[in-house]
Every structure is written in structure tokens, then in C-alpha cells.
């Protein structure tokens, strides 16, 4: 099974600051990647689907880049309210494999 | 609006059976490729069970296989998880979630249930 590995597991950060979450995969997964936010206490979120395409409603402060092995999820100006854990997930086939996710916190 | 509802979760014994329903509401369900995912307390993501918008195709994750199954009923727009032989690893939220095209069954989850808990212990 392919494996997903997230980096860094945690992060503190200021706001306004540009913040990079990465991801790994241990095969190459096409762009069959999604990010997910998910608040303390909440529902998770999908943010970015196909590797670098901002769902519906999601502010354009996030991005997402890569194809392949290697991925990138991205937070230009960091708010308040991204405290979160961030996940990635690939889709491409079963198992739909999740990272282990990055808890983001505010500095 | 679309929404996911769960319900059927509780404390159980191990070794004993639960079934867990989805509701689905504000969209065609029986178009969509359907999911389930867990998360165990304090921890990360964990994708359980997947089943194709026809009920035709199913997929496990490896430790739940053999005692788990996903089905569908389209005429009560509800998705379904029997969870049988419950061990105290399987104690976790178990979200519903549904994928975000009926073009492909391999895309995101665009919606996800509240969750419904399910606690395993003696």
C-alpha cells in the first residue's frame, strides 16, 4: 500500500506569515491528492482536491502545488482561524490514505 | 441543503456488533461513490470502507476486513456500516463522507457527517 507522509507533524507560526505543509507519498499518485482542514472539535474540511484546485468557498490564501510523489499545501498569509490540523489524502485507489496530519497553531 | 447525518453509535462490549447509518439529504445518492472514516481519539484520520454509487464495488481498509461491511440502500438514501467482532482499537468517530463528483469514484470527500461515536470496552 502506498504510504503518506506529512511534514513537519507540528508547526507554530505567526500571523501574516507564509506557512508550507508538505506532504509524501511512497508511490507516485498522479495528482490524486486532497487537503483537508479539520478546526478542534469539528468536522473536517475539504480545501484543495486534485492536487491544486481550491474547493468552492475556500479563501484563496490557500494553494496547493505537486504531482507525483511530492506535495505542497500552502497558507500565503496565516489568520487566526487556521488553527487547525491539516491532512492530505490520497484518492487515486483503496486504500484512500490519509497523513498523519499537522497541528497548526498561532505564535 | 446536501448533509450527512450518523447515528447507531454507543458503548459496546468486545467482541459484540453495532450498525452504523448515514442519512443523506440535498443530493442524489444513489449517484455518488460513498465512504467511511474513523478517528480514534486524540488521533489522526484513518479512511475505513468505500462503496461505489451501484452498491457494486466495495473496499476495506486491511483491519477491518472481515468484520466490517458497507452497504446501500438508495430507496432510504442511507448508507450503512455493520461493525461486527468490535475490538477496543476500533473505538473512534466514525464520519460518513461523500465523494465530490459522480464522474470518477476516485475523488475527495467533499461533504462529511457530524460523526457517531463508538466506544468499545468491558
Known amino acids: 500500500d502506498i504510504q503518506m507522509t506529512q511534514s513537519p507533524s507540528s508547526l507554530s507560526a505567526s500571523v501574516g506569515d507564509r506557512v508550507t505543509i508538505t506532504c509524501r507519498a511512497s508511490?507516485?499518485?498522479?495528482?490524486?491528492l486532497a487537503w483537508y482542514q479539520q478546526k478542534p472539535g469539528k468536522v473536517p474540511k475539504l480545501l484543495i482536491y486534485a492536487a491544486s484546485t481550491l474547493q468552492s468557498g475556500v479563501p484563496s490564501r490557500f494553494s496547493g502545488s505537486g504531482s507525483g510523489t511530492d506535495f505542497t499545501l500552502t497558507i500565503s498569509s496565516l489568520q487566526p482561524e487556521d488553527v487547525a490540523t491539516y491532512y492530505c489524502q490520497k484518492y487515486s485507489s483503496a486504500p484512500y490514505t490519509f497523513g498523519q496530519g499537522t497541528k497548526l497553531e498561532i505564535k | 441543503q446536501v448533509q450527512l447525518v450518523e447515528s447507531g453509535g454507543g458503548v459496546v462490549q468486545p467482541g459484540k456488533s453495532l450498525r452504523l447509518s448515514c442519512a443523506a439529504s440535498?443530493?442524489?445518492?444513489?449517484?455518488?461513490?460513498m465512504h467511511w472514516v474513523r478517528q480514534a481519539p486524540g488521533k489522526g484520520l484513518e479512511w475505513v470502507a468505500f462503496i461505489s454509487f451501484d452498491g457494486r464495488n466495495k473496499f476495506y481498509t486491511d483491519s477491518v476486513k472481515g468484520r466490517f461491511t458497507i452497504s446501500r440502500d438508495s430507496s432510504k438514501n442511507t448508507l450503512y456500516l455493520e461493525v461486527n467482532s468490535l475490538r477496543a482499537e476500533d473505538t473512534a468517530v466514525y464520519y460518513c463522507a461523500k465523494v465530490r463528483t459522480t464522474v470518477t469514484p476516485f475523488d475527495a470527500f467533499d461533504i462529511w457527517g457530524q460523526g457517531t461515536m463508538v466506544t468499545v470496552s468491558s
Open positions: 440535498g443530493f442524489t445518492f444513489s449517484s455518488y461513490a
Open positions: 508511490q507516485g499518485i498522479s495528482n490524486y
